[in-house]
């Protein structure tokens, strides 16, 4: 095991850099060619026209402009979520490559942040009002990272508790799906604040949304999906999925249009009837089969990215986990929000993601400020298989799971 002069770990970057570019590029043709995007619009289906209802803020976006424009506005809003990760995500690798000091070590660790799960890949492929949570909380992460006075960090968690709030109107499982992020960057990443700090920057950068999501639960408008289906309008839409069809039609850009109303009736417009118990009959349905399947994929993402990290800085994982124990009511916490999303949704590979980046956003930040990372890279079989796998397994991020029947 040689360690590679400085000129070929360059090259080896490079090359690496130059390969993650291709891909990129090959995942936004995927996601703007072959992906069928009604199920994304669909989070901008409802608003408030018909009472108080859950992610009915992100309907009252689209009617703030004129109601001819409305298939044009939702495939623009498409896309905002997507734009805003792909920019915390660009901003993390920048914090990763320089803040602590350069080096070949942190600048792979930068490169390879696009693979990771919950990165590029889950943004291109998928478009869901939950990114704009998931985008504030790795910017939370690096100012948690960065801060380095307890006012400051006050103030940036009452900012982001307020902004994380208002995401909750657009999806009301924001609080719940990046909880555990939050939590492990103020013990882990603002270890240095006191413990006073540290439980008042809890409250504040998750209570609001907390009490948001909350209000949604118990005041939410149920049984109007009638009217809901009434104001979603007509309009011829692609969704190749929603038929047989084969790997070179879709190649080939096959079309299969259908309208928009009454595919988001049979979809969408019903699930805003559903009291959590009868989510919890949903996810029962799946069956214990694809589930475990679903948990089993998950969790080979999560060692895989952990242990991806952790070899590829130097530092092992239970140095961070040593910080977490020390405030474990909070972590537990962080989990235990997990359960009513695990509870009544169906996505449980997409949850297992969440989980993984929720800790790999705040582990890999943690590692670039480690001595280890600072240390020369070593380009061995191991390394390469590793990224290899990475590049494969991306993609994966955006499976929400098995069994899971599409919408036609």
Not at 37 to 49: F, H, K, N, P
């Amino acid at each position: 095991m040689n360690i590679v002069e400085s000129d070929s770990a360059k090259q080896h970057l490079t090359v690496l850099g130059g390969l993650i570019a291709v891909w990129l590029f090959l995942l936004l043709t995927i996601s703007a060619l072959l992906v069928s995007e009604a199920y994304w619009y669909s989070y901008y289906a409802v608003d408030y026209s018909q009472g108080f209802i859950r992610r009915g803020l992100a309907g009252e976006v689209v009617r703030l402009f004129p109601a001819e424009d409305y298939f044009t506005v939702i495939k623009t809003l498409r896309w905002v979520p997507v734009i805003l990760l792909c920019m915390a995500l660009s901003m993390m690798a920048y914090a990763v490559a320089t803040k602590a000091g350069r080096s070949k070590r942190r600048i792979l660790l930068a490169i390879l942040t696009p693979l990771l799960p919950g990165g590029f890949a889950y943004a291109f492929l998928t478009g869901r009002t939950d990114s704009f949570g998931v985008a504030a909380m790795i910017l939370f992460a690096i100012f948690v990272n960065a801060c380095n006075t307890d006012r400051r960090a006050l103030i940036g968690s009452a900012v982001f508790g307020a902004i994380v709030a208002i995401f909750t109107l657009m999806h009301e499982g924001t609080p719940f799906l990046v909880g555990l992020g939050v939590l492990a960057a103020l013990v882990v990443l603002g270890r240095f604040r006191s413990k006073s700090t540290l439980w008042l920057s809890a409250s504040l950068s998750l209570g609001p949304a907390l009490f948001t999501s909350l209000m949604i639960i118990m005041f939410g408008a149920r049984g109007v999906s009638s009217e809901l289906c009434a104001i979603i309008p007509h309009g011829m839409i692609n969704i190749p999925m929603a038929t047989n069809v084969t790997t070179y039609q879709l190649l080939t850009g096959f079309r299969y249009e259908t309208d928009y109303h009454d595919w988001a009736c049979r979809n969408i417009t019903p699930f805003f009837d559903l009291t959590m118990r009868e989510g919890a009959g949903l996810v029962a349905d799946i069956g214990a089969g694809a589930l475990t399947a679903s948990t089993v994929l998950g969790l080979m993402i999560l060692v895989l990215n952990i242990s991806a990290v952790s070899y590829i800085s130097g530092v092992p994982f239970r140095r961070m986990a040593e910080l977490l124990r020390m405030r474990a009511s909070l972590i537990v916490f962080g989990f235990a929000l997990y359960l009513p999303i695990f509870i009544t949704g169906t996505d449980w590979t997409r949850w297992w993601v969440m989980v993984t980046f929720n800790v790999g956003t705040v582990f890999l930040l943690f590692v670039s400020r480690e001595p280890e990372s600072a240390l020369p890279i070593i380009f061995e079989p191991l390394l390469v298989a590793i990224i290899a796998i990475l590049f494969l397994m991306a993609p994966f991020s955006a499976v929400p799971g098995f069994g899971i029947p599409y919408p036609v």
